[in-house]
Every structure is written in structure tokens, then in C-alpha cells.
């Protein structure tokens, strides 16, 4: 299974907020999106879904237009984690991750005993069992974080798309969900799974292998391997700020921004009009 885009134009309505974007990701693999706030990460992760029209260009998920797709198809193949927030409902905790199952039956279909189990295995596997029979509404944002990775686990699809899993996560849920992403991809199926995750921290990408597509100005500036787009060049012109990439003791590169030299914060990117 293959999701990849040529030459995609994304935006609202007539203004584009990122053309000629080019990606792909394959079961097996991890695509790390790196860019500043406000450059179209989310954007790009809700076209990728099908959520939102491209502007121009094609979205394959599988070959196949995403555009001539059901929704309960995408859903048997794409599982998406968006950033958590409060919902108006209250609902348990394990409802929420059932739906991960509903999502794949279609309209009108009931989840069964075997999805039950699938949703209550999905939140034993990231810790979170004790929190199935609790509202969802009152978690904190790092629990309701990890009830919606859950969901996307027991959704059980061949890609998972994730909006900065670890955004409000703590130091060491964030070190678990890594690691929990880095077994998902090598030790599923026997192709493993895909996932292509948002991040704004450079380190996780070096941590997970991932590769990269580094986005700045309404384009991909790279893509490739981390070591070779997360360079302390591409990094200072992205973030507008002074930034060395060092190994540590343990072979692992880290991202360290110059703390002393500080220069114009990163600019929010302008909307391109469309033509
Ligand atoms: N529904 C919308 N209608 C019009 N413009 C929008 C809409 N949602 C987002 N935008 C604009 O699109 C641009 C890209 O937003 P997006 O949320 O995709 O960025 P992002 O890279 O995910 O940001 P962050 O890193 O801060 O989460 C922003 O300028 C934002 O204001």
C-alpha cells in the first residue's frame, strides 16, 4: 500500500497554502514532515486524506484517485491521528477508541465482541488500559493523545498519519510513543506498516530513521534521508535561526538552535494567490 501525491497544489478555497508538492510513503516506512508553524502541515495531512479537495494535482492511495474513494475504503487503509481536542460529547475513553473500528465497517454497521476486544488490546498495548471507562472529555491533552493513537491502532490499516503525535505529550510518554511508532512500522505485517507523522522537533526524525520532507515557503525545500535534509544549513534557512547539528557519545545526531545568537523568528507564511 502507497499513498503518494505529484505536484500538489493545497489551500482553501481559491487561496493555496503549498504547491508542487511531491511525496510518497510505503508500507515499512516513516515520512517526517518538518516545518514552521502555519507552512501547511495540517493542510496537507487533511488533502493526503481526502478530507479537503487539492487545489490542483493527484492524491494515489493505493493507485487509485483518493478523490474516487468511499470513505469506509480509506478508512480499511488510512488511519489518521489528528491533534487532540476536547469534543463536545462526553464520551468513554473506549468508545472513542472503538470508533477506529466503526470507521472501517461503513454506515449503519455495529461493531462487534471482536472489535471490542480489538479497541481494549489497542489501549492495553500503549498503557492507556486504565483509562478505557474514563470520559475522554476530562483526559488530559496528552491522554486524549494517546486514546486517539489508540484508535488509530485498532483501526488496524496498512498507513497511519499522525498530526504531531507527541505535541502534548511528557518527556517520557513522548520517548513511549516514538518507540511505539518505530515498532509499528517494523513489526506488524510482513511489510510493515507506513506512517507519515508531523513533528516540530528535528531529534525525533534522526531517533526514528525516519525520512524527511522539510517544508518552507509553500514547497518542499527536501526530502530525503535525515541525515542529509536535516543539515544545520536547511535547518537555520527554515527556522530563521542559527542552528548546529552535532552526534552525541551514542551515535544519535541532534538539532541544537543557538541559543545566544538569536535572529528573526521564523516568518508565518503568506498565502499564495492562486493564478
Ligand atoms: N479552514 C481554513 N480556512 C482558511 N485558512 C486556513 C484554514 N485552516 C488553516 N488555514 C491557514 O492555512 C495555513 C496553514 O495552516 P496549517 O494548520 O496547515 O499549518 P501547520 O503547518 O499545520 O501549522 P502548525 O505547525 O502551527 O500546526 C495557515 O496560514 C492557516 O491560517
Known sequence: MMLEA???????????????????????????????????????????????????????????????????????????????????????????????????LGAFAQPGRADRVAALAAMARLGIGDLACRDYSRLSGGQRQLVLIARALAQDTPLIVMDEPTASLDFGNQAQVLAQIGALVRDESPQGRGVILSTHDPDQAFALGARVLLMHRGGVMADGPAAAVLTAANLSTVYGIPVTVETTGSGRKVCLPTLDRQVTPSETPRAIPVA
Not at 469534543?87 to 473506549?94: H, I, K, L, V
Open 6 to 104: 505529484q505536484e500538489l497544489s493545497i489551500g482553501y478555497g481559491q487561496v493555496a497554502i503549498g504547491t508542487g508538492l511531491t511525496l510518497k510513503v510505503a508500507q515499512g516506512e516513516i515520512l517526517c514532515l518538518l516545518g514552521p508553524n502555519g507552512c501547511g502541515k495540517t493542510t496537507l495531512f487533511r488533502t493526503l486524506l481526502g478530507l479537503l479537495p487539492a487545489l490542483s494535482g493527484d492524491v494515489l492511495l493505493g493507485g487509485t484517485p483518493i478523490a474516487s474513494q468511499r470513505r469506509a475504503e480509506i478508512a480499511r487503509r488510512i488511519a489518521y491521528v489528528p491533534q487532540a481536542h476536547a469534543p463536545p460529547f462526553p464520551f468513554e475513553a473506549s468508545e472513542v477508541v472503538l470508533m477506529g473500528r466503526t470507521a472501517r
